[in-house]
């Protein structure tokens, strides 16, 4: 069994920072691409950024040259860095793991719970 666990949301005013983390813990043999993906109301939910196992890194558009994303394979964790906030990048943040499993050597793909940003004054 393989377990996401997402922390770092929060309220923030527009033009803040918040840093997201997502932990991944369990049968884990090895972790490939790493994603955060954003869902509003609005909107269906969305990739906001990857990361390989090499740290090739891919942003949306949207979040360019904003948000950064980096990972610790030590830890089996993945971290969204997001600066100069604006209100409509608030939405739950979910992250999306594919990786192997140890038991069985299949690999999966795991999506945390979500965790909410809200930026707005």
């Not at 813990?25 to 490939?32: A, F, K, M, P």
């Amino acid at each position: 069994q393989v377990q996401l666990v997402e922390s770092g949301g929060g309220w923030v005013q527009p033009g803040g920072s918040l840093r997201l983390s997502c932990a991944a813990s369990g049968d884990i043999y090895t972790v490939y691409t790493m994603n955060w993906y954003r869902q509003s109301p609005e909107k269906q939910r969305e990739l906001v950024a990857s990361i390989t196992s090499i740290g090739n890194t891919n942003y949306a558009d949207s979040v360019k040259g904003r948000f950064t994303i980096s990972r610790d394979d030590a830890k089996n964790t993945v971290y969204l860095q997001m600066n100069s906030l604006k209100p409509e990048d608030t939405a739950v943040y979910f992250c999306h793991v594919d990786l192997k499993r140890y038991s069985d050597f299949e690999v999966s793909h795991y999506w945390g719970k979500g965790t909410l940003v809200t930026v707005s004054s």
